[in-house]
Nanobody
Framework: QLKLVESGGGLVQPGESLRLSCTAA????????IGWFRQAPGKEREGVSC????????DYAESVKGRFAISRDNVKNIVYLQMSSLKPEDTAVYYC??????????????????WGQGTQVTVSS
């Protein structure tokens, strides 16, 4: 059973940075396509970035391009979301998810078959 765990969220001021981590206990994430999503209060879940099993990444949210970067460390079994120049509108619960076999990276939530519990990011002065 694949169980994803996100960490690294917190309360920061505008302009600061955070690095989120997504890992799975006891299961290697090598080869999985893994995406980061976020959901702000009262809004739908939004695809942020995806890192496929071949090493290619795609950013989906226009508002984070140039500020967020997804990466993975296969040795540590972690997928990261480095967030810089954070803005209040980045406040949301951030989730990582794995894509079911046969699907490619996407910002649509349907092909994702495992999700973590989420980590809260709050950007406020």
């Amino acid at each position: 059973q694949l169980k994803l765990v996100e960490s690294g969220g917190g309360l920061v001021q505008p302009g600061e940075s955070l690095r989120l981590s997504c890992t799975a206990a006891g299961v290697s994430l090598v080869g999985y396509h893994i995406g980061w999503f976020r959901q702000a209060p009262g809004k739908e879940r939004e695809g942020v970035s995806c890192f496929d099993g071949s090493g290619y990444s795609t950013d989906y949210a226009e508002s984070v391009k140039g500020r967020f970067a997804i990466s993975r460390d296969n040795v540590k079994n972690i997928v990261y979301l480095q967030m810089s120049s954070l803005k209040p509108e980045d406040t949301a619960v951030y989730y990582c998810g794995t894509i079911a076999p046969g699907y490619i990276c996407t910002d649509e939530g349907v092909p994702y078959d495992h999700w973590g519990q989420g980590t809260q990011v709050t950007v406020s002065s």
